[in-house]
């Protein structure tokens, strides 16, 4: 029979173990989702990386709790500048993408969302 104090240590171990295999496959989602914007948009992703900003628990549709993780990244839109980006992760699912506006884009609040204030007249509702 193993003392409770092994089997406890060996529990910890293994959660450990797990919660470090999770965090390295969310980072992995995080930076494919950011290098995918980056293509996308035709921005240059910059040092090719994602650094972790905020760790919370947090339940996802089915009521089950995950763990929700925000990654903060850099890119550019010149080559001579640096501006940022944001992924936010629920478990490995893609929730949010941010990446800022750009210089000189201006938005304004119509209906409640946001749009570009080039984008013509606001949208009607039913």
């Known amino acids: 029979m193993i003392p409770w104090m092994e089997t406890v ?5 293994l ?17 494919r989702a950011a290098r995918a914007a980056c293509v996308a948009e035709d921005l240059l992703l ?5 650094a972790l900003v ?4 947090a ?7 995950r763990l929700r993780r925000v990654y903060d990244f850099e890119y ?3 080559g001579n500048n640096r501006r940022p980006g944001q992924v936010t992760l629920l478990a490995s ?3 949010l993408l941010r990446l800022a506006p750009a210089p000189g884009a201006h938005l ?3 209906g409640g969302r946001v749009v570009p204030e080039d984008s013509g007249p606001p949208p009607r509702s039913p």
């Open 9 to 13: 240590s060996l529990l910890l171990l």
């Open 15 to 31: 959660a450990a173990a797990w919660f470090w295999f999770d965090s390295f496959q969310a980072r992995a989602a995080a930076l």
């Open 46 to 50: 910059l040092d090719d990386t994602v």
């Open 54 to 57: 905020g760790l919370r628990p």
């Open 59 to 65: 339940r996802d549709d089915v009521g089950r709790l």
């Open 76 to 78: 550019s839109d010149t």
């Open 93 to 95: 699912e893609l929730l």
């Open 108 to 110: 304004r609040l119509v």
